[in-house]
C-alpha cells in the first residue's frame, strides 16, 4: 500500500506498545517500515511546533509499504476500536478507507 506522510505518521502512533513476542517482532518491522528515513528528514524539514509535527508544504513523499497479514489485522482492529468508541478523527478516513474499516457499516 501507498501511504502519504500523514497516514505514516499515524500508523506510528496506532501501533500497540505491547503484545506477544511474535506481535512484537511484527510491530517492530512494521514501525522500521514507515519511519522515515535521513533523505526523507532532509526534504520534509520536519519540525516540532506546539506539540505538534510539521513539515514543509508540498513535501508530501508518498511510500509504498508492505502490510502483512498479522500487520493488517492490527491496524484493522486498532481503527474499529477507534470507531466504535469514536475517537476517530477526520485525520484517519483515508486509513479507513484504505483498510475497509466500516465498510460494511455504510
Known sequence: MTFSVVERLLLLSLLPAEGDLTTL????????????????HKALNFRAEGGQTLWEAGGDISKEIAIGP??????????????????LRVDHLSLCEKFEVGSNDA
Open 70 to 87: 498479522k500487520a493488517h489485522v492490527l491496524i484493522v482492529d486498532t481503527l474499529t476500536k477507534m470507531d466504535k468508541e469514536k475517537k
Open 25 to 40: 517482532r511484527i510491530i517492530r518491522k512494521l514501525r522500521e517500515d514507515l519511519s522515515f528515513s535521513e533523505e526523507e
